[in-house]
Structure formats: C-alpha cells, structure tokens
C-alpha cells in the first residue's frame, strides 16, 4: 500500500496537470462557427462578460454595468445566439425566427466572435463586424493571419487570431 504522503503528491500533481490541460486548451472568450450560446450562458475574458440573458436581450457588461447591448429585451422567449458558418452573428427566438443580427453574413467559412482584452466584441473571418464597445486605453489587439481556420492565441496583454 502507497505511503498517504506519496498518495497526496500524487494527486496534488494530478490536479495541477489537469489544471493546467483545462485552462491552457479552454478559449472562455470566443464562439467559433457553428457554436451556439442559449438564455443564461455567457463569454468573459477579466471584468467583461458577454451574457444571452433569458429575456432574449445579449449583454455586454463591463464590472457589471451594462455597456452595450442587442436591444431585444423580451422580443421572444427561449432566444438563442448562435455564431453562424456564413459569419452572420443571430439570435434567434423559440420558434426559430430571427430577431436581431450583425448581418454580417459572406460565403460559408470559419469565423470566430471574440470578446477582446480591449472590451471590444468582434467577429473575425477578417474583421466584418465590431460592436464598438472597446474601453479607452486598454491594450491594442493584434491580428495576422489570412486563413479560413482561425485559432485565438492570447499574449502577453495582446489577443491574436492567426491561421494554420
């Protein structure tokens, strides 16, 4: 039988790996196409959280305070955002009807919406729509890359979006 001290180790160092595998290969700030977000789930990335709010209104809120939003307060009920494979960013009521878009619709590729360090909510694929919600000097993002594979990379205080 494994000393308990050996046995602590061993699990302290089971922990810490998976840990790390969870926060390392985990993107908590970004939808890629095809994702969708239902009523109560959210995006963050620090003090900013992107949130479907159950009422069918999606929420930018900075610490908390609302800073930006869809302004589709109880336009329908069972509402859903989903990040489309045309690029096009819609929530979409119970009944499958559309009520509100970036209409930012292009060929079908792969795109990715980013909640930014900056605050700013993009959608890349190259940059097609932006809600303009970025805070006053908070640190540049940097994009490079023409691919129709986007990965998100976070850096030292930069966000990027390169392809394969």
Not at 74 to 100: E, F
Not at 145 to 161: E, F, H, K, R, Y
């Amino acid at each position: 039988m494994a000393s308990p001290s050996l046995c602590t180790s061993t699990l302290l160092i089971l922990s810490a790996t998976l840990a790390f595998l969870a926060t390392s290969s985990f993107a908590d700030n970004v939808l890629y196409s095809g994702d969708t977000m239902y009523g109560g789930q959210s995006i963050s990335n620090g003090n900013y959280i992107l949130t479907m709010q159950t009422d069918c209104n999606l929420v930018l809120y900075d610490n908390g305070r609302a800073v930006w939003s869809s302004n589709t307060y109880n336009k329908g009920y069972s509402c859903t955002l989903r990040m489309q494979i045309d690029g096009n960013l819609v929530i979409y009521d119970g009944s499958n009807s559309a009520i509100w878009a970036t209409n930012t619709a292009r060929q079908q590729s792969n795109y990715v919406l980013v909640l930014q360090r900056d605050r700013n909510v993009v959608i890349y694929g190259g940059a097609i729509w932006g809600a303009g919600s970025n805070a006053v000097g908070t640190a540049p993002v940097i994009i490079s890359g023409n691919s129709t594979q986007p990965a998100v990379v976070a850096g030292d205080g930069i966000t990027m979006v390169t392809g394969k």
